[in-house]
């Protein structure tokens, strides 16, 4: 597969493009982040705003909130900067790590701040978790649409009109490019969040199983009663410089937060997506599906920043990528399909040239495997029935 001259990213990453030199346009923003971008101008920016809304609401502003290395930067950055009164809101997707809770925690005694923290229905979850791997093969419809959606139901029904959320979208994928104004708003969420997919589309494509209000946290709010509160919905790093990893050794220093071991990232990188025990079986379709995965993209941000060599980053990537997770059996139990089924599927979503490849082995487990919450199969006749009319679509219709 063609890869980038400088970050290495291959032609079957999202968005990608490259130019006559061989550079990706994600590198080439990058360059523009570093190069063009008056970051002094940005951050008076972020003081108008803050301005604007500061102590004129019973909360300051909203933060969703995973307990990650991004979400916990962006909520010291507010109060140790400019002092905030934020209400932190909490998608629970149902994956949440031991260190994760301990961190947060940790975090709430340390910085203080109000938590709203929502955990849906996990019934619901696991047939949205099935239909979105089958028709996409991403399983994580119900926590892209989640994380973005409920709290901005929460703006609305607390009056809170600013919401901060952490990096912009052009630090990993040109979707929006660093000149662009990228509001968190309902045009970013179709575009970049839900796969394609309304949550009125999931009501039909669950054949009308449960009602359109029990799928509400996953709908953005209509545009209407969002103007009405003049809500602006923003990125932290569209204000200020980001660098996950010089922020993660911040709040390390900081607030103890601490990382963890992620089934196929490289040590070094222990601050990455620490918030989801399925995180590891995310990775491995994407493996699956494009031929690289996470450590292609944490070695890649290193390239741009120079601090790794190109030999060191392909090293990593031939040690990591593409060996089974662990947890691909809990995820398995949790759909209720078998691995071959799983494999069956994932091959549908093949990104071209991408040639599939399971023989890489077994990834390693993780220190706290043996404590993740297993509980809650899928209904394996259930489970089978819409993946045979799955089949059958694929055969009529094709991909």
């Not at 502003?61 to 002092?83: A, H, M, N, R």
Request: aromatic fraction near 14%.
């Amino acid at each position: 597969m063609k890869k980038c001259n400088n970050c290495l990213l291959p032609e079957t990453h999202e968005t990608i493009q490259y130019d006559s030199l061989g550079n990706c346009n994600v590198c080439n923003q990058h360059t523009f982040k570093n190069e063009v971008i008056d970051w002094n101008s940005k951050k008076k920016e972020l003081d108008n705003l803050i301005d604007k809304y500061r102590g004129k609401y019973d909360y300051d502003c909203i933060v969703p909130f995973s307990g990650g290395k991004d979400s916990t930067w962006t909520l010291y950055y507010l109060i140790k900067e400019y002092k905030l009164n934020p209400l932190v809101v909490r998608f629970d997707h149902g994956f949440m790590r031991p260190n994760l809770e301990k961190n947060i925690k940790n975090l709430s005694r340390k910085l203080g701040f109000d938590m709203i923290n929502f955990t849906p229905n996990w019934k619901i979850v696991q047939k949205l978790m099935l239909r979105s791997f089958l028709d996409k093969g991403d399983f994580c419809w119900h926590c892209h649409t989640g994380i973005f959606s409920y709290p901005m139901w929460i703006s609305i029904e607390k009056e809170i009109p600013l919401i901060f959320w952490g990096e912009k979208s052009s630090e990993y994928s040109s979707y929006f490019s660093y000149d662009d104004d990228e509001e968190v708003d309902e045009k970013r969420f179709d575009r970049y969040i839900n796969l394609g997919i309304t949550s009125e589309d999931m009501y039909f494509r669950l054949d009308e199983e449960f009602d359109m209000k029990r799928l509400k946290p996953y709908t953005y709010p209509p545009k209407e009663k969002l103007k009405k509160l003049n809500v602006r919905s923003v990125c932290l790093g569209s204000y200020i410089s980001w660098d996950v990893k010089t922020q993660s050794n911040i709040i390390s220093k900081e607030l103890g937060w601490t990382g963890d071991e992620v089934e196929n990232v490289p040590p070094e990188y222990n601050y990455e997506k620490i918030e989801c025990y399925m995180q590891g079986v995310r990775d491995y379709i994407k493996y699956l599906k494009r031929g690289y995965s996470r450590p292609s993209h944490l070695v890649a941000l290193d390239l741009r920043n120079k601090r790794i060599t190109k030999e060191r980053a392909k090293e990593l990537i031939n040690l990591y990528e593409g060996k089974k997770p662990k947890s691909l059996d809990l995820f398995l139990k949790f759909i209720g399909l078998n691995e071959k089924e799983f494999y069956e599927v994932v091959k549908n979503h093949l990104i071209s040239p991408n040639q599939m490849n399971i023989d890489r082995g077994n990834a390693k487990l993780t220190h706290d495997f043996h404590h993740w919450n297993t509980e809650g199969d899928s209904n394996r006749d259930e489970s089978k029935k819409i993946f045979d009319e799955w089949k059958d679509q694929i055969k009529t219709f094709g991909k």
